[in-house]
């Protein structure tokens, strides 16, 4: 109740905002500018689902979320006026339901997973269309950069014998295609944890940065807590979210735990095979579901759009053959969205931490945490989905009952990494494991291991790791990885390239002759090869 207090007090509109983005209700604040954003959100249909999930929900986690609403909507009253942000509006703010807090989980669903699978979709198109020596080039499990907490290395693929058909010069630049994305991307959650075994002190350390898009106010809201309990009180200190009940990272003094985003698969695209208004189904033909979801516009008339629903999620949309697919996605399950996270709260082992992250529904996410012991471990904070007849890289049709979600992993199942014989364990959005534990994780578009291996190489350094060394990690800013694309640039510049060009001149001088190996903030040479990087 305290915590709903001054979220409300402080952060109201920034609530209310994640709840209608989750809803795909923010047309009602914004009139057309947000429509289609509100069309996108709609084909899930979260408020429906966010309304019947809270009653589903276990009693210790709906008393909680009963006392959190009294608290938002008790702060909210309490303000002599409205928040800013609706003065300028010229509205008021509406109370806050018990399924707004669900729906703010969904918002960072939407922030964390991909919603439209076109991961997938991508490997899909590259299946039906090229070779697969091509599309193995292209789509590389693994490259040179991998960082995995196992150890496990994936397979390079060589340059197909036709590369040169993709044009000049493939060859020399194979490893580069697979770095190279687009900037929209900004990935960059870091976090890890160093044993006892390894610190100065005997103390396990956690250090974590969870980095999402800037915006004013700032995602997190720090809040610090204390209750009596059977066990002698809990004290706890860490980041909330806006909008829900729990701390989400932290620690309660005998445990601490942190997240990056895991980029696991979960989401599958499934091939629908229709006939007029129905699909087909391992029980036969059924009905599309058909819900008509109106959307209320500010200053303009309701638009209304008709979602088709399936047995496996909605119809998102088709592929390059005109064939209807719907979404599977963890999103749409109520083990997949739940208040679960609010158990870390108060347990007070390494053991009884990673049950509880396995046991809680958010975006699944890379969970590293360490106890007062000195242990440090690593799993998955959320569902898992246990695919059966199918590894989910490509889209299927689930049709014949072949392939399917067969339930949930229970949490003996999920991978797990408990003291590393090194003493230390990394993740920065990057793949964590191979073998049998990335076959269940599958592959959602992990980072490359640049960031991870330039951690795990500053944490190997160290014997006895203090706070201080943690921040000085944080703090590494060695353009490691932009190296290899400086010695790149500076082949491609050769004399005869520069001869009769005077801005490539100056590129190729500033990239030789100014080149710090940093990511500072005045260094011209690192701006020019990110840049190549990017754009090439």
């Not at 693994?142 to 397979?155: E, F, H, K, R, Y």
């Not at 088709?318 to 870390?344: C, F, I, K, Q």
Request: charged share 25%; proline share 5%.
């Amino acid at each position: 109740r305290g915590l709903g207090f001054v979220h409300a007090q402080e952060r109201f509109f920034q609530m209310d905002l994640l709840r209608r983005q989750g809803a795909g209700e923010l047309s009602e604040l914004f009139g057309a500018a947000t429509v289609k954003a509100d069309q996108r959100a709609r084909v899930h249909r979260f408020r429906a689902l966010a309304h019947r999930f809270v009653s589903e929900l276990p009693d210790d986690q709906r008393r909680i979320l009963a006392a959190y609403v009294e608290g938002v909507n008790a702060g909210l009253a309490a303000l002599d006026r409205s928040p800013f942000e609706y003065q300028l509006l010229r509205l008021d703010p509406e109370p806050w339901l018990e399924e707004d807090s669900l729906l703010v989980l969904y918002a960072m669903f939407f922030e964390l997973n991909d919603e439209t699978g076109s991961r997938e979709s991508a490997h899909g198109l590259l299946e039906d269309l090229v070779e697969p020596e091509l599309a193995a080039f292209l789509v590389p499990d693994g490259t040179s950069w991998d960082a995995a907490l196992d150890g496990g290395v994936m397979a390079i693929p060589p340059v197909p014998v036709d590369a040169a058909d993709l044009g000049d010069p493939v060859a020399e630049v194979a490893e580069f295609r697979a770095e190279s994305g687009s900037d929209a991307s900004m990935v960059g959650s870091n976090n890890w944890a160093v044993a006892g075994s390894r610190t100065a002190d005997g103390r396990a350390i956690l250090a974590d940065d969870m980095h999402l898009g800037l915006g004013l106010p700032n995602t997190w809201y720090r809040a610090s807590m204390e209750w009596p309990s059977d066990g002698g009180g809990v004290a706890i200190t860490g980041v909330t979210l806006p909008g829900s009940p729990a701390i989400v990272a932290g620690s309660n003094t005998r445990v601490a735990w942190g997240f990056t985003n895991s980029y696991g698969d979960w989401t599958d695209l499934v091939i629908l095979e229709t006939d007029g208004d129905t699909y087909l189904t391992p029980d036969g033909p059924r009905e599309f579901e058909v819900y008509e979801e109106a959307i209320e516009i500010r200053g303009g008339e309701p638009e209304t759009i008709d979602v088709r629903w399936t047995l496996w999620g909605p119809v998102i949309d088709e592929d390059h053959t005109g064939r209807l697919r719907a979404l599977r996605w963890t999103a749409h399950s109520p083990e997949g969205a739940n208040l679960g996270l609010v158990g870390l709260e108060e347990v007070t082992s390494l053991d009884d931490a990673l049950l509880a992250a396995n046991r809680a529904g958010i975006p699944p996410q890379n969970f590293v945490c360490a106890d007062t012991t000195g242990r440090i471990g690593w799993t998955i904070i959320g569902a898992i989905p246990n695919r059966r007849g199918f590894s989910g890289k490509v889209p299927t049709s689930w049709a014949d009952g072949s392939r399917s979600w067969d339930g949930w992993l229970e949490p003996e199942d999920y991978p797990r990494i408990l003291d590393p014989e090194n003493g230390i364990l990394w993740t920065a959005n990057n793949r964590q494991v191979s073998g049998e534990m990335l076959a269940i994780l599958g592959d959602g578009g992990f980072d490359l291991g640049a960031r991870a291996q330039q951690i795990r190489d500053d944490l190997l350094a160290l014997n006895a790791a203090t706070e201080d060394d943690m921040l000085a990690v944080q703090l590494d800013d060695r353009a490691v990885f932009l190296d290899r694309w400086r010695t790149f640039v500076l082949e491609l510049l050769t004399d005869e390239a520069v001869a009769g060009h005077p801005g490539r001149l100056r590129f190729r001088d500033l990239v030789r002759d100014t080149w710090t190996g940093r990511a500072s903030t005045d260094s011209q040479a690192f701006r020019l090869v990110r840049t190549f990087r990017v754009e090439t």
